[in-house]
């Protein structure tokens, strides 16, 4: 069984920053990517970022230079420091983490946690 237990989300005034905390549990190993993604009201869920075990990052464009992913390998946990939030950044976020265990790959997933971004 393995768990993502996912923290740190709320309510933020426009130009305000928060953090995202995801940490993996239970039976997991071979983890190689760990990121998170975002679903707002009526769109479909997107890419925000992710992280490689080797450090490589990814970012999606409208959170160049705003938003800033890292992960504690030793914990098996990911981060997210949002910073400079817009309204448009409101959503719920979601962790993902991409494992190879016993020659499959496997997709977990969090159960997602509501950031929203309002004055």
């Known amino acids: 069984q393995v768990q993502l237990v996912e923290s740190g989300g709320g309510l933020v005034q426009p130009g305000g920053s928060l953090r995202l905390s995801c940490a993996a549990s239970?039976?997991?190993?071979?983890?190689?990517?760990m990121g998170w993604y975002r679903q707002a009201p009526g769109k479909q869920r997107e890419l925000v970022a992710a992280?490689?075990?080797?450090?490589?990052?990814n970012y999606a464009d409208s959170v160049k230079g705003r938003f800033t992913i890292s992960r504690d390998n030793a914990k098996n946990t990911v981060y997210l420091q949002m910073n400079s939030l817009k309204p448009e950044d409101t959503a719920v976020y979601y962790c993902?983490?991409?494992?190879?265990?016993?020659?499959?790959?496997?997709?977990?997933w969090g159960q997602g946690t509501q950031v929203t971004v309002s004055s």
């Open positions: 993902n983490v991409k494992a190879f265990m016993y020659l499959k790959r496997y997709d977990f």
């Open positions: 992280i490689t075990t080797g450090g490589t990052t």
């Open positions: 239970g039976s997991i190993f071979g983890i190689n990517a």
